[in-house]
């Protein structure tokens, strides 16, 4: 049965059990405004306040009355996700991110495909006329000048969502895509691995070049070489990460382990180790980067660098809807550079090398005998 409550002549109706604005206020300790303060991606907000409501708001699956925004704020924000990325895991995480805000934001939002250095000054003037000025940009349009230049030209902001280092002139939100890549190859260092293979990625996009700077850095550190056949490139697609493990896994003295600059690339080297009969990890270990659906749905899965992608999609969100109404209020807003944190998920695809645990089998057996 529906709850009803009259005020001034005006009814809301809730259903039973639905959690309220009231309900959020309660338990984020904070009056009603306030939360709807942050749920219009206000200014007036201590970051701290707007991230405790948020948390409340995730907890309670609370979703703002979109009817009663509308009536007191006006016209709903429009915004723009532009994709061009051949990684579909990744993809349908930052889709995930962005619709769930969209949702709770109440922000009308528009995906589309935007084909990389070909036709995104004929999408963007599109979606201009249809009233939409505020973009998201992921990988690898976040990467692309001459996109990046246009867009002020053209009256429109963006936010870049995972790039591989800041922009002076648009809104980021990024990881540390070195240090990430970085801790990665000192952890298969510390295994006891000296000749490991790194597959570069896609060579257009930044965070590319931040990882494979990680991964030299961290070698050169532990006094390890790396021969020019150690590093194989890549474009993040999974048929490059084959052709890039079948170059490392031929090679007259091939690595102990394979670092890959994204899950899709490392699901690959794992399909190519298992063709050839080698044993994950036992013969070969293998590490990706993202954490993506793949790397938990593969045998074994992967080791691999949690980017927390839908976290970056939403806070991108937040931050393109916060300028936009900013904008509109007449506000001026510099561009925010937002780091989140990623962690080192340990699985089942990394070890020891195998000869170590060979020899350790070997010398078992002979004090069986």
């Not at 959690?19 to 009056?31: E, G």
């Not at 991964?215 to 070489?225: H, N």
């Not at 001026?332 to 699985?347: E, G, I, K």
């Amino acid at each position: 049965m529906s709850n009803v409550t009259t005020t001034a002549g005006k009814s809301t109706r809730r259903q039973s059990g639905q959690p309220t604005i009231t309900d959020v206020a309660r338990l984020a300790n904070c009056s009603p405004m306030t939360v709807s303060r942050v749920i219009n991606d206000e200014n007036s907000v201590r970051e701290k306040t707007r991230q405790t409501v948020l948390a409340v708001i995730e907890k309670l699956d609370y979703k703002p009355n979109r009817a009663a925004r509308s009536l007191a704020g006006g016209a709903q924000t429009s915004i723009a996700l532009l994709y061009s990325n051949p990684s579909a895991s990744y993809l349908s995480e930052l889709l995930m991110g962005s619709l769930d805000q969209a949702s709770r934001s109440a922000i009308h939002l528009v995906v589309e495909r935007c084909e990389f250095n070909k036709d995104e000054e004929e999408v963007i003037a599109r979606l201009l006329k249809c009233g939409i000025t505020g973009f998201l940009l992921p990988s690898p349009l976040c990467d692309e000048s001459a996109l990046l230049d246009m867009l002020p030209r053209m009256g429109a902001r963006a936010v870049l969502v995972g790039p591989g280092r800041p922009h002076p002139s648009h809104s980021v939100v990024m990881i540390d895509d070195y240090q990430a890549a970085f801790d990665m190859t000192l952890h298969i260092i510390s295994l006891g691995h000296r000749r490991i293979g790194f597959i570069v990625g896609n060579p257009h996009q930044s965070a590319s070049g931040q990882r494979l700077s990680g991964y030299l850095e961290a070698m050169a550190a532990a006094g390890l070489t790396v021969d020019e056949g150690l590093v194989v490139q890549g474009l993040f697609t999974y048929r490059s990460g084959w052709d890039a493990a079948m170059r490392l896994l031929d090679q007259p003295h091939p690595p102990s382990a394979i670092f890959a600059s994204n899950d899709d690339m490392a699901a690959a080297v794992v399909a190519v180790a298992h063709r050839r009969h080698l044993d994950v990890p036992v013969d070969l270990s293998v590490c990706g980067f993202d954490d993506t659906a793949i790397a938990s749905t593969i045998w074994p899965e992967l080791t691999t660098i949690r980017q927390p992608i839908s976290d970056m999609a939403r806070r991108a969100l937040e931050l393109l809807a916060s300028e936009l109404r900013g904008a509109s209020a007449g506000r001026r807003t510099r561009p925010a550079h937002v780091t989140l944190d990623y962690s080192l998920v340990r699985r089942q695809s990394d070890a020891a090398p195998g000869l170590a645990k060979g020899a350790v089998r070997v010398k078992a057996g002979e004090r069986a005998g």
